[in-house]
């Protein structure tokens, strides 16, 4: 404590007090003079006691804060008393809290991210080691013509694949950093489920799936045109690729005080209940998935509609149909 020059000076400033108060009372009357330097000597005691432990508290402040600088968050600082001491305790346990809650999240940040590099790792792994067999096997010149048109047709599928993969990851990228600004616009539902259907016509066609759409159609909803499109194309992408030949693929709407629905349901294999729970989660292949499948598309459509302050939900009974419905509240978005 006698180290800190403050300290020093204290003590300096006190003792000439002492000595000036004391000669003063001397000066007037002995006995006064007395009474006065053992009342200023008692003060001057009294206070650098209390001064040592003020000292002490800070001292014990500052090693708690360089152990929590070392990463021990656990530690509890805080007292029952009153004082300007207490609260600063109280208000850096307050700072320790936000900075566990901040490591942990930070850690499991670090997991995830972890876990999805290794998901794209694997995800990319199969169809570029598929393209380096057929390419190998391409350059043989004794190949028949119709194989090497086979593999050729296999690589361009398999780059397809690809782009799509990559062109959702930029998607999600950008929807998880917040660098969308999602659009407050009127979508008219039925305009929207027209521009979703665009390029999932053909493969409706190819399965002789029955397409079934119902609802109001001045049903609509404040968000984004585009981005609620995209949500809605993966969704019906999945009912199509989820439902056998000569199917049902349904959708419906409709449009309440509190909020806009959009119902999709089909007759497919649906979804086994050990599964449901995951269907969202990233790069998570349920057992009735596609073969083709990466398990990316829901997730995808569940952050543009969260992003826009709405819900998706999902119910579904194996061999019974699967059934998503979209939410988007009213004075929300």
């Known amino acids: 404590m006698l180290r800190n ?38 003060m ?24 929590i600088a070392g990463g021990e968050y656990s530690l509890d600082i805080r007292d029952s008393d009153e004082g300007e001491l207490s609260i600063l305790k109280s208000e850096l346990y307050k700072v320790t809290v936000t900075l566990r809650e901040q490591a942990r999240l930070l850690k499991k940040d670090k997991h995830y991210l972890a876990d999805s590099i290794s998901d794209i790792s694997h995800q990319l792994k199969t169809p570029i080691t598929s393209m380096f067999v057929m390419t190998d096997l391409i350059r043989d010149e004794n190949l028949p013509q119709d194989k090497r048109m086979e593999f050729t047709q296999n690589i361009h599928s398999q780059l397809e694949r690809l782009q799509w993969l990559v062109s959702s990851l930029l998607k999600l990228s950008k929807i998880d950093a917040g660098s969308i600004e ?27 799936q029955t397409l079934e759409i119902s609802g109001d159609d001045r049903t609509s909803f404040i968000g984004d045109y585009y981005w609620s499109s995209e949500a809605l194309t993966n969704i019906i992408k999945n009912c199509i690729e989820h439902t056998p030949s000569g199917g049902t693929i349904g959708i419906s709407f409709r449009e309440t005080p509190l909020s806009t629905t959009i119902k999709l349901f089909d007759n497919g294999q649906g ?3 050990e599964d449901l729970p995951h269907i969202f989660h990233r790069f998570y292949k349920g057992k009735n998935a596609h073969h083709d499948s990466i398990g990316i598309g829901l997730a995808m459509s569940q952050s543009i509609v969260q992003n826009q302050g709405g819900r998706i939900e999902v119910i579904s009974e194996e061999d019974q149909g699967t059934e998503f419905t979209i939410k988007f509240y009213k004075g929300v978005v």
């Open 44 to 67: 001057c005691g009294a206070s650098l006691i209390f001064t040592r432990w003020r000292y002490q508290q800070l001292d014990e402040l500052s090693q708690y804060l360089k152990r």
């Open 5 to 42: 020059q403050e300290i020093k000076r204290y003590i300096t400033l006190m003792a000439i007090i002492l000595v000036l108060g004391s000669a003063a009372c001397f000066y007037i009357d002995p006995i006064s003079g007395l009474i006065a330097f053992l009342a200023l000597l008692f």
């Open 182 to 208: 999602f659009k407050k616009e009127t979508v008219q539902v039925k305009d929207l489920i027209h521009r979703s259907l665009e390029h999932l016509r053909i493969p409706m066609e190819i399965k002789e």
């Open 271 to 273: 979804i086994r209940k």
